[in-house]
């Protein structure tokens, strides 16, 4: 029989509803049931695209004994953590500060009221490599509750007291320099790996964020080891196993050193973020591999993770059936030579296994190898190489498809749009900036409501019941801004605006300009939440720092543009110490030091010849964090087109920063000179 989380819209809860674990949601009746009974809430957090998770699940949540003993001792908590990442962010940081490391399924047990006392990640059925198995933590944990239970709150309440302690302030709040983004600079080259690019060794993640700063350092700069670092390190991914070499769009992480072997998951916030990345190291460059990977990794967002309703899933499992019934991690994607001598005939089959590195030993396991382009010295019939993988493709739909997670989260649907919009704009691909109004119009219609406040999550056209927090509202306004300078429709603007207006209001202290990364009036917590590290995705903090910039330049506000640059000073405290975490706000503070460049295009229409020229000129200018209007002169569309006419009845550029601004003009080579100035 079903259990609570029958009624869940989040595929991963959904996932566990059959459990014989007596689930609840994350909800205040459970903690009250908690009190009621007299026992500790066991909480475990994880994501559907999570290998790990699953394995537990399988082992421990499944099991009927395991669950009896649960359901005896314990008031059992599932929360998907892309859906509340409020609560895995608070409880991540107890279990990182008790244990030193943290991880998925997250695994902790709280007093009835939420006070955190016992962690852990991945707990084993047996004992194994020095770990207690999950039972012998669940009797341990239920003899110190019932036997300990002074000792058992005093440790609760000194962690909560610790966390309390946390709370993040920095200096004098200033922005950071010259000096602090040569340091920064500095710190990336000194962790850089120039053998096989990236930062840091095993396992290596897509270092999106730190790449954008480094092009925009590199644009503003001139610095070409800015540059050599991010396009090395963006070619080595495109030719490792990181990146879907038959279907495009990237997996999570490579497991090594060299970019070979990856986690399968394939998640929609690294495909947007390294699609953006991809689109604007070929506006810096022209590398024709740079158009190939962004136009394939934004093709493999549409085509696979675009939702009816026009939004955008979450991720790809890692796991699928490996034809047996068995679901083994990367099953989909991995080939043997015998498999692709099968699917080409033999002649082909070895012109693939060559080009592709497949060998009969594997480079993952059972002889099994990841598609990848390694260096050679042999030259390839592009003719025949776009032939194969259209076949290999076409083969491999055939095999079980990994599980998909069809939720729509607001924050990554934000990054969607904006590396859709640019995308489709530098490749003149209309069919990508229609697929980013699509989810756009899908976040205004079925995620924001009266007062423009956004929803986290919805589902198959339903809105979720989760409050968005800071990155959501963040991210969704990044989106936005793209959208406007893409389309000249200035409702996007508009909409950026009052997201924007509700970071200021709830999300912002207006005296030190911390942030926190739920609202003033969001469910309380042990603590209230707040990171100004950027992850696996810019983090809410950075991220508003940017909208709120960008909305500044369109503008003029002073207290966007004030906010902005109080929530850098974090970035001037942690920028040379640890530039690898803070990527999005270096990127930002890269804008502040340009400007931001306000680009103002007016012409007749949006269609005319003139008009256009200019307008993707704009678009392609390098100047970091730039904002482009667009629109007749009489327009009302955007505050940058006001008293900006036509020059000799022709369509024209105005270019201003820091209250200044060049002469308009006419000649699109003029407007690309200044624009990489």
Known sequence: MPNRLARATSPYLLQHADNPVDWWPWEADAFEEARRRDVPVFLSVGY???????????????????????????VSVKVDREERPDVDAVYMEAVQAATGQGGWPMTVFLTPDGEPFYFGTYFPPAPRQGMPSFRQVLQGVHQAWAERREEVTEVAGKIVRDLAGREISYGDAQTPGEQELAQALLGLTREYDPQRGGFGGAPKFPPSMVLEFLLRHHARTGAEGALQMAGDTCERMARGGIYDQLGGGFARYSVDRDWIVPHFEKMLYDNALLCRVY?????????????????????????????????????????????????????????????????????????????????????????????????????????????????????????????????????WNGLAIAALAETGAYFDRPDLVEAAVAAADL???????????????????????????????????????ALASVTGEGVWLEFAGFLLDHVLARFTDPESGVMFDTAADA?????????????????GWTAAAGALLSYAAHTGSVPHRTAAEKALGVVKALGPRVPRFIGWGLAVAEAVLDGPREVAIVGPSLGHEGTRVLHRTALLGTAPGAVVAVGAPESDEFPLLADRPLVGGEPAAYVCRNFTCDAPTTEADRLRAVLSD
Request: glycine fraction near 8%; aromatic fraction near 8%; include cysteine.
């Open 523 to 539: 469910e309380r917590l042990i603590r209230r939440p707040q990171d100004p590290t950027d992850n696996a995705a810019p983090s």
């Open 279 to 411: 689109a604007h190291l070929w506006r810096a460059t022209g590398s024709e591999l740079a158009r190939r990977v962004a136009l394939e990794t934004a093709d493999f967002m549409v085509r696979e993770l675009r939702t009816n309703e026009g939004g955008f899933a979450s991720a790809l499992d890692a796991d699928s059936d490996d034809g047996t019934g068995k679901h083994v991690e990367g099953a989909y994607y991995v080939w043997t030579p015998e498999q692709l001598r099968e699917a080409l005939g033999e002649q082909d089959g070895e012109f693939a296994a060559r080009y592709f590195g497949v060998t009969e030993e594997g480079t993952f396991e059972h002889g099994q190898s990841v598609l990848q382009l390694p260096q050679q010295e042999e030259l390839f019939d592009a003719e025949k190489v776009a032939s194969i993988r259209e076949r290999l493709l076409a083969q491999r739909a055939e095999r079980p498809a990994p599980g998909r997670d069809d939720k729509v989260v607001a924050a």
């Open 48 to 74: 559907s695209a999570c290998h790990w998770c699953h394995v537990m699940a399988h082992e421990s949540f499944e099991d009927q004994e395991t669950a009896d003993y649960l359901n005896a001792h314990y």
């Open 443 to 481: 976040l205004v219609r079925l995620h924001l409501d009266e007062q423009a406040r956004l929803t986290r999550t919805s589902k198959d056209g339903h809105a979720g019941a989760n409050a968005g927090v800071l990155e959501d509202y963040a991210d969704v306004a990044e989106g936005f801004l």
